[in-house]
T-cell receptor, first 114, second 112 residues
Framework: KNQVEQSPQSLIILEGKNCTLQCNYTVSPFSNLRWYKQDTGRGPVSLTIMTFSENTKSNGRYTATLDADTKQSSLHITASQLSDSASYICVVGRVTGGGNKLTFGTGTQLKVEL | ETGVTQSPTHLIKTRGQQVTLRCSSQSGHNTVSWYQQALGQGPQFIFQYYREEENGRGNFPPRFSGLQFPNYSSELNVNALELDDSALYLC???????????FGPGTRLLVL
């Protein structure tokens, strides 16, 4: 079954600290992996996208890693800011005979406090 | 802002009714994907339209249907609404089926 699991479910950190979010997947055949940030009540916003041949991708203070062998990804946030408080969703894509399909994780809810 | 717009922003319906949600894609994008997001859950893929043709469908019953217009805007139709259809409905547009998706703000549907 194609699944994406994220951990932790929620996280509280102090402003300025770093944190790492985890994503494990069983989606096959793998096409790409994306990390999205979703503010409460808004649509997700793309942070990074990686294909099979890429094992790291950065976007400002966000750095995503991918290990396609172990089917794991992480999102590292450096020097967190209050505006980083949001849900971070890992999304894995696969290409099937029926077209391109994305499987979403349930997200990690991050709260950054003073 | 992603340039993807959805209407309406909020909607209240009763069981058995039908609803149509609309999505305007970002300029130049020919692909629109629709998702259902229940409270506290990640989005679930409903279907994708590429150049006016359905290009993939998730595990949703046939009462969920859609179409894409020549200008690449899209509609999601849900017939015979059920209480469990209450959710945030997101659409996302992209340059192609495998390209980065840009999400709209969503339509929040409440079925009573």
């Amino acid at each position: 079954k194609n699944q994406v699991e994220q951990s932790p479910q929620s996280l509280i950190i102090l402003e300025g600290k770093n944190c790492t979010l985890q994503c494990n997947y069983t989606v096959s055949p793998f096409s790409n992996l994306r990390w999205y940030k979703q503010d409460t009540g808004r649509g997700p916003v793309s942070l990074t996208i990686m294909t099979f041949s890429e094992n790291t991708k950065s976007n400002g203070r966000y750095t995503a890693t991918l290990d396609a062998d172990t089917k794991q990804s992480s999102l590292h946030i450096t020097a967190s800011q209050l505006s980083d408080s949001a849900s971070y969703i890992c999304v894995v894509g696969r290409v099937t005979g029926g077209g391109n399909k994305l499987t979403f994780g349930t997200g990690t809810q991050l709260k950054v406090e003073l | 802002e992603t340039g993807v717009t959805q209407s309406p922003t909020h909607l209240i319906k009763t069981r058995g009714q039908q609803v149509t949600l609309r999505c305007s894609s970002q300029s130049g994008h020919n692909t629109v994907s629709w998702y259902q997001q229940a409270l506290g859950q990640g989005p679930q893929f409903i279907f994708q339209y590429y150049r006016e043709e359905e290009n993939g469908r998730g595990n949703f019953p046939p009462r969920f249907s859609g179409l894409q217009f020549p200008n690449y805007s899209s509609e999601l139709n849900v017939n015979a609404l059920e209480l469990d259809d209450s959710a945030l409905y997101l659409c996302a547009s992209s340059l192609g089926p495998l390209e980065t998706q840009y999400f709209g703000p969503g339509t929040r549907l409440l079925v009573l």
